[in-house]
């Protein structure tokens, strides 16, 4: 990440996991990204914000740096928190994947997250 765009959170990481789906799949260039979730109440940008573009569409929009073209965050429409790249954090090294979304769809050699959810929610 070039560091063009910038975020505060106020707020702990919430629901770090990890997404299987064929769009997060090629946006990655990878077989997964590793998300973790903010509230958007106290989000605040610095320097740029990102462009966003729909990969679901009237669904998901996802975010990416105007400079760099970096993938940063997801955000569903009607959501009440923004879900990050794990490499758009500052520090994510105590960030532990706490359930896959879209397991179904991983690649036949990727070994599952173990779901250690407290609760079904993941992102909302």
Request: proline share 9%.
């Amino acid at each position: 990440m070039c560091g063009a765009v910038r975020f505060e959170v106020p707020d702990a990481p919430d629901a770090p996991h990890t997404c299987s789906c064929r769009h997060c799949q090629k946006l990655s260039g990878g077989p997964v990204m590793s998300w973790v979730c903010f509230p958007l109440a106290g989000l605040v940008w610095i320097g740029r914000e990102p462009v966003w573009f729909y990969t679901y569409p009237q669904k998901t929009r996802r975010g990416r740096c105007p400079d760099c073209g970096s993938q940063l965050c997801a955000l569903d429409d009607g959501a009440t928190s923004i879900a990050f790249n794990f490499s758009a954090l500052d520090d994510s090294s105590d960030l532990v994947p706490a359930f896959q979304s879209y397991a179904h769809d991983a690649v036949s050699w990727l070994r599952p997250v173990t779901d250690t959810r407290p609760t079904a929610a993941a992102c909302s």
